[in-house]
T-cell receptor
Framework: GAGVSQSPSNKVTEKGKDVELRCDPI?????LYWYRQSLGQGLEFLIY????????KSGLPSDRFSAERTGGSVSTLTIQRTQQEDSAVYLC????????????FGPGTRLTVL | GESVGLHLPTLSVQEGDNSIINCAYS??????FIWYKQESGKGPQFIID?????DKRQGQRVTVLLNKTVKHLSLQIAATQPGDSAVYFC???????????FGQGTRLTINP
């Protein structure tokens, strides 16, 4: 594909359930980012992967949040024991190399926790 | 701490007029700035960027101005069109940091 893709586009879950959100970055991009966007708000950084380096997890809001990037490509963001305050749009972005290269965003996954 | 904010949450302009969206930042170590456009239901789309060694950069119908003295960034859109209606975010990257810090966004509405 030409751009960053994310799945699912929408996810509705019940409080306490675990969810997995997927991101397929642009082919060849070594850097991958996850952000969270609450309704009407800006983007909140969650986690950053760069090649084989240890990820920067400084933005994860709690230990219920985790992310993996397998094979340097696809990434999965997992939220365990979801809470209503986790409801937001989760955006993934990738860039060619490091953080100062342009980040290209996917369409996001809208998560609703009931 | 570092923060990126916007002066106005909403901006309405007449079609064909020029629009200016402003952004203030607080961290003097920021060395890279980006403007993104986000349409409803879509992810942010890169518009233009500028590095701290520049004070102006032009793209197609857009110009970004950087005033490091007052830590101010602006996005100028010339001859606005209905398709320019969106939320515009500024973002800063602090030298050596591994993430972008985004502002809250300004909603630009183009009136016919």
């Amino acid at each position: 594909g030409a751009g960053v893709s994310q799945s699912p586009s929408n996810k509705v879950t019940e409080k306490g359930k675990d969810v997995e959100l997927r991101c397929d970055p642009i082919s060849g991009h070594t850097a991958l980012y996850w952000y969270r966007q609450s309704l009407g708000q800006g983007l909140e950084f969650l986690i950053y992967f760069q090649g084989n380096s240890a990820p920067d997890k400084s933005g994860l809001p709690s230990d219920r949040f985790s992310a993996e990037r397998t094979g340097g490509s696809v990434s999965t963001l997992t939220i365990q024991r979801t809470q209503q305050e986790d409801s937001a749009v989760y955006l993934c972005a990738s860039s060619f190399t490091k953080n100062t290269d342009t980040q290209y965003f996917g369409p996001g996954t809208r998560l609703t926790v009931l | 701490g570092e923060s990126v904010g916007l002066h106005l949450p909403t901006l309405s302009v007449q079609e064909g007029d020029n629009s200016i969206i402003n952004c203030a930042y607080s961290n003097s170590a920021s060395d890279y700035f980006i403007w993104y456009k986000q349409e409803s239901g879509k992810g942010p789309q890169f518009i233009i960027d500028i590095r701290s060694n520049m004070d102006k950069r032009q793209g197609q119908r857009v110009t970004v101005l950087l005033n490091k003295t007052v830590k101010h960034l602006s996005l100028q859109i010339a001859a606005t069109q209905p398709g320019d209606s969106a939320v515009y975010f500024c973002a800063e990257n602090i030298g050596g940091a591994q993430k972008l810090v985004f502002g809250q966004g300004t909603r630009l509405t183009i009136n016919p």
